[in-house]
């Protein structure tokens, strides 16, 4: 119980931090922020409901009025701007992804990727595309288009979900609760 | 308040206790049966003393052998032995669980069935007690290392246990902190089990344990045991033995 | 733990927290029902209105927290630029700023603690999954652990740097997360040692 619990408030505050660090710029001149691959490390990580109780835990904060979100965002405003349908699929994101990891046999890196890939970016757009479309109010596929812009940073991301699970992984055997046959209580 | 004192009714009895971890005998066979009021448990880094200490402490239970703590199972008895035991980890950041000094003080008192209201005053009445009202209220990150380690050392205190188990606790902590937290120390009432790997601050204890490779060295009066692992580690200090992979 | 709440008191500060989210939920509502853009017009200078009741101080803090819109404000004009229907896009920008405006209000304007007071309620029907003060004690971890991991991160940056000419970038992510999970164990053990999370 009290291992859970921990962990899941240790993850909703490290997603928190990474949003506090300036975001990456990579050599192509795409911005990344850390933020969303702490989402994504929450379900390669801690498994998919642990992992998508941080994401939630994190998003309740925000929601309460800490500017944790990247860029220092925050409050209630967030959740009815154009970008609340990402939010919405966080928690959900972290879940598919975590769930991926935990119902494959791939190498880490592998599953953390395709996780990331199928959660992060083929999930979380179900939702954010949906989001933007009932905000702006556009047609399905006319937001699509505005949220392929950020399709080529988000590829990007989730290799690099795959290469930190596998960096966590390989620094402390055991550490990926997600990996574990018999999760504690 | 009754002044909780050590007496052999709460010993700690270990019998034939063994812990493995990640396939490791981190502790072996351990037969125990602490009364005194003042123990130091000394060894070296990976000798098995801070699984010992989670061990008698229920935070761990062992793969054979029992654990009783005032006859009871500390693993399983977790209201219980809030009376009876207390730990003061070795970093006061791994201890800490609140973002203010008073809902950290707070917390174990309301844990132990006290009403939120009531646990308030008895925080306020504390830190008056020593000083500190002006702590009330503020942010844990604003204080030192050596005032987060004071903060943890009261929560633990306000519980009011009748032992305390101490994890290194002069670690990382300057000369008069660790003075004055010496004088704190010898005028407690309560039991102290001190985990270290430092001769120096078993001086003047009851009974050592020596710990080696998850097994008792030595177990005696500090006049006996101390000079022994002293030798035995500056012996040790003129081998490479680092290079042994531990594993 | 630094908050969204605005130190400028303002009347709005005075009013509790669970009436102010409950008309707040109801305008959101609201909004998203209207389509003539004088209404909206008309319910985006009300909402203006009571943020320069606290002051210009107050009401340029409020412009400042919408300025992450300005990119979906762009694309809505210049799509609506081609499309030639700009009345369809005025009613969508409008919307959008009344709607985070009002709800950015509410929270320059309740305190945290009031916050949470009005979530432990809102959670109450959930107690048999969700006891309150698990949710409660999950909180306080958060706060507590987000000013120790920032330093932990600051720290790692320093030891990267003390060793290396690059920047760390995101290869510092795989020792926070570790960092995390260390943490996770430790004061699980701390918990435990005080009572359980119960």
Redesign the interface.
Known sequence: MERSLTHIALFAALIAVLGLVPRVDLATGVPITAQSLGIMLCGTVLGAKRGALAVLLFLLLVALGLPLLSGGRGGLGVFVGPSAGFLVGFPVAAFVAGWVMQRTTLPPFWAAACGAVIGGIGVLYIFGISGMALVLDKSLSEAALLGLAFLPGDLIKAVLAGLLTLAIARARPGALLSRRDAPAA | MIRPVASSSDAIVLTGAGVTL?GRRVLQDMSLTLSERRIGIIGRNGSGKSTLL?LM???IAPDRGQVRVAGLDPAQA??EM?AE???L?Q?P???????TVD?ELA??LI??GQSRSAAQARVAQHLALHGRSHWQGI???TLSQGQRHWLCLQ?VLL?EPRTILLDEPFAGLDLPTQHRLARTFAGLPQRLITITHDPATLRGVDRVLWLEAGQIAADGPPEAVLPRFEAEMIRLGGLDADADLAR | MLTLTSPVETALHRLRAGPKLAVLAGFTFALFWISAPLWLGFALVAVGGLYLRGGVQFFRHGVAMLRPLWPFVAVVGLWHLWTEDLAAGGVIVLRMLAAVAAANLVTMTTRLSDMIAVLERLARPLAPVLPPRRLALAIALVIRFIPVLTERMAHLAQAWRARSGRRPGWRLIAPAALAALDDAEQVANALRARGGAG
């Open positions: 990640t989670r402490a229920g935070l977790r209201k809030l035991l207390g730990i980890f970093n950041d791994h201890q800490i669980l609140f973002p809902e917390f174990g844990q132990m942010s844990v990150a929560a519980m």
